[in-house]
């Protein structure tokens, strides 16, 4: 997906990201900085994506969640930090793989399937974009 189909801003991820979700089968949709990996904006349940989320403390610096948050949307938003980072290492993975085989080639789509959910993963020059689908029996 290039700059032009996303259009330009905030709105026009929004709109692409509100679009998607609505898709039959879709339980979630990330939008990731390219560069950072750090989330964006999100759709649907994202930190319930992985089976069991590790607990984890924020970094130094990362920034903190509030007192008032129960302990359930503390692990929602790590589950959803913790599949971020995932995702972005599997993309940066996979970047580096097809730049050993060609210097010259980049990736388009990422497609990840398995017995459970379906990955979509689109890398854009400023974001990268994901769509998580249910998989039919």
């Not at 089968?25 to 904006?41: M, P, Y």
């Not at 999100?42 to 994506?49: A, N």
């Amino acid at each position: 997906m290039s700059d032009t189909a996303l259009g330009a801003g905030p709105d026009a991820l929004d709109e692409t990201l509100g679009r998607l979700s609505k898709k039959p089968g879709v339980r979630a949709t990330i939008a990731l900085d390219r560069a950072s990996g750090a989330i964006l904006k999100t759709t649907g349940q994202v930190g319930s994506i992985r089976a069991t989320p590790v607990p984890v403390s924020p970094a130094p610096g990362a920034g903190s969640f509030s007192d008032e948050a129960n302990g359930e949307d503390l692990n929602r938003d790590q589950g959803a930090e913790q599949l971020a980072a995932m995702i972005w290492n599997f993309v940066s993975n996979a970047g580096s793989f097809v730049q050993e085989l060609d210097t010259e080639d980049e990736v388009k789509l990422l497609r990840l399937r398995t017995k459970k959910q379906e990955f979509v993963i689109v890398p854009d020059t400023k974001y990268l974009l994901v769509v998580v689908h249910d998989t039919s029996a």
